[in-house]
């Protein structure tokens, strides 16, 4: 199983700031199996990034990802209020499809 | 647009089973795969498994093994989880989510709202 351990566990930044999140799995994960996903408090989580670096449909240009191997990154460029809530990296390489314990963006 | 909708809340007690059900609308069913994914109240995300409506191949965690079903009726459009003898550490909300494409698999990019199952005795 690949673990995957997300740093850190909560962030503390103000609006209009650059965050970066970072994702470490346990062995190496294809670029083309790794995403990112945001959690609002009472909602189901919502794809941001896929194959590390790809913007799901609608999601704003200032989220970006990026990284390879065992190591990758969320980049929010400049924090909003609403960006400030949970975030979850996943892969999809082997099964089973593993999610990263969570970043708390406060 | 794509839309899953979930059965509603399900109550259990310790040993019992629970079947989830998620019904598709607006794509074709069965040319994407569908994964369960669950969350423990203040939790993280927990994968538990994935179904090709297609040809009804499934994988699951190994964590789940033995007490977890998947199926899919392509008829219906509807996809089902069944969860046996729980315990009550599987209270939890229950997400099913298709896949955003058809490669790779095990990316949820399309989520139902979530069906709470509660274990208590």
């Known amino acids: 199983e690949i673990v995957l351990t997300q740093s850190p566990g909560t962030l503390s930044l103000s609006p209009g700031e650059r965050a970066i999140l970072s994702c470490r799995a346990s062995?190496?994960?294809?670029?083309?199996?790794f995403a990112w996903y945001q959690q609002r408090p009472g909602q189901a989580p919502r794809l941001l990034i896929h194959g590390t670096s790809t913007r799901a449909p609608g999601i704003p240009a200032r989220f970006s990802g990026s990284g390879s191997g065992t190591d990758f990154s969320l980049t929010i460029a400049r924090l909003e209020p609403e960006d400030f809530v949970v975030y979850f990296c996943?892969?999809?390489?082997?099964?089973?499809?593993?999610f990263g314990q969570g970043t708390k963006l406060e | 647009q794509v839309q899953l909708m979930q059965s509603g809340l399900a109550l259990r007690k310790p040993g019992a089973s629970v079947m989830v059900s998620c019904k598709a609308s607006?794509?074709?069913?069965?040319?994407?795969?569908l994964n369960w994914v669950r969350q423990a109240p203040g939790q993280g995300l927990e994968w538990m498994g994935w179904i090709s409506p297609i040809n009804g191949i499934t994988k699951s965690a190994q964590n789940f093994q033995g007490r977890i079903a998947l199926t899919a009726d392509t008829d219906t459009a509807v996809a089902y989880m069944e969860l046996r003898s729980l315990v009550f550490d599987d209270t939890a909300l229950y997400y099913c989510a298709r896949d955003f494409s058809q490669s790779p698999v095990g990316l949820p990019a399309y989520w139902g709202q979530g069906t709470l199952v509660s274990v208590s005795s």
């Open positions: 062995q190496s994960v294809p670029t083309n199996s």
């Open positions: 996943q892969q999809c390489f082997g099964p089973p499809y593993t």
């Open positions: 607006g794509y074709s069913f069965s040319a994407f795969g």
